[in-house]
């Protein structure tokens, strides 16, 4: 009975690796650029079909795929914070909401004219097939998912940490003034946080059609998604974004398990609703000065 039990939780930490690049993304853009992105599930869903088009039409491999997409991702959020979202940087918080969720909704009404509402399948030779390590038995495919997912977040890790760039970005999040009064290009490096933000949902979502079927409805659901786990992370947290989707990971597995998949969600927010209540400012988030 315990190895069921721990099938569950490896399974859900392996998906909460996903969840947790996902909204590693909505992390940095808020934490830098202090913008919501209400529109970050439609882009996941987009990053979603682009590996679905890049596999079904020339054959590339998802986690291949992951990269071309990562890097398209970048230079559309890189464009749209240059010349959109900018503008609206500083303005009341209900003009970027109506901003963004009007972006959203554009997003899945091109989905649906393009592909429809039907579910799209990637199909993977090597969805079914599993691992076996002791006890465990573990899906191929959601363990290289998980490793794919785990170097993109080191690689973001190590980029805000050691190159100069990260230092520079990292500077404009703890203090704005001060970043411009030392001649910092603030509106460069938050145009590179929103592109940088997008390249980790472009490389969750090319991740997440190795487990899940493409549907232009997910939109709001991982947009959901992504605000429980930063929340419960701690908001502008990148850490914290991990941490939340672990355990938000880890929680769905075993109410899907435990319950009913259809209660998955539930367990998800009674756990928000606990970090909200016993520690406001989220797991690994500061104290609001």
Not at 101 to 128: C, M
Not at 180 to 206: D, I, M, P, S
Not at 265 to 272: D, H, I, N, R
Request: net charge neutral; proline share 4%; aromatic share 10%.
């Amino acid at each position: 009975m315990l190895a069921i039990y721990l099938n569950v939780v490896v399974q859900g930490v392996l998906t909460g690796l996903l969840y947790g690049l996902m909204a590693l993304g909505l992390s940095a853009i808020f934490g830098v650029v202090r913008v919501v992105n209400f529109a970050h599930g439609e882009f996941a869903v987009v990053a979603m079909y682009a590996a679905f088009v890049l596999f079904r039409v020339y054959g590339i491999d998802p986690m291949w795929a992951m990269l071309p997409i990562a890097v398209a991702f970048f230079v559309i959020g890189y464009a749209l914070q240059h010349t959109v979202i900018d503008a609206f940087v500083g303005r009341p918080d209900h003009e970027q909401f109506i901003l963004l969720v009007g972006l959203a909704i554009v997003i899945t009404n091109g989905l649906l004219l393009v592909f429809g509402p039907d579910a799209q399948p990637a199909n993977l030779p090597y969805a079914f097939d599993s691992v076996m390590v002791g006890p465990l038995i573990i899906d191929e495919v959601r363990v290289y998912a998980a490793v794919a997912a785990l170097a993109v977040c080191a690689a973001l890790f190590a980029f805000f940490r050691f190159t100069r760039t990260g230092t520079a970005i990292r500077a404009c999040a703890d203090n704005l003034v001060g970043a411009a009064v030392v001649g910092l290009n603030v509106r460069r490096l938050y145009a590179l946080t929103f592109g940088l933000g997008l390249a980790c949902v472009g490389a969750a979502g090319a991740l997440m059609i190795t487990i899940a079927d493409a549907v232009p409805s997910l939109g709001p659901a991982y947009t959901l998604l992504a605000f429980t786990i930063v929340i419960v992370g701690g908001l502008g947290s990148m850490t914290g974004a991990l941490v939340g989707g672990l355990l938000i990971g880890v929680s769905e597995a075993l109410a899907g398990f435990l319950v009913a998949p259809s209660m998955k969600s539930m367990f998800s927010f009674a756990l928000l609703i606990a970090v909200l209540v016993l520690r406001p400012q989220g797991l690994l988030g500061k104290k609001p000065a």
